[in-house]
Nanobody, 119 residues
């Protein structure tokens, strides 16, 4: 079936950094696009960053470009989100999700990790 488990969230001051991790298990994820989403209180879930199976292509939401970096280590079945220059508006629960390279639906989600940025 597969499982995704996020970690690395926490409380940080504005301008600080955090690195989120997503541990994947239960299937081979090299053929999957891995994506980070986030959801702030009272808001809809939004796309943050995405990386293809080989790691060769990445995409970012405009709001996080130049501040966040997504990466993956397929040998370890891990996906990372390095977040720098954090802002209070980055406060949200961050989720890791997986979809097949040619698929349109995300069929596996993690439970989320809370990121809180204080001003």
């Amino acid at each position: 079936q597969g499982q995704l488990v996020e970690s690395g969230g926490g409380l940080v001051q504005a301008g600080g950094s955090l690195r989120l991790s997503c541990a994947a298990s239960g299937r081979t994820f090299t053929g999957y696009v891995m994506t980070w989403f986030r959801q702030a209180p009272g808001k809809e879930r939004e796309f943050v960053a995405q990386i293809t199976g080989s790691g060769g292509v990445t995409n970012y939401a405009n709001s996080v470009k130049e501040r966040f970096t997504i990466s993956r280590d397929n040998a370890k079945n891990m996906v990372y989100l390095q977040m720098n220059s954090l802002k209070p508006e980055d406060t949200a629960v961050y989720f890791c999700a997986a979809r097949r390279m040619l698929g349109t639906q995300y069929d596996l989600w993690g439970q989320g990790t809370q990121v809180t940025v204080s001003s």
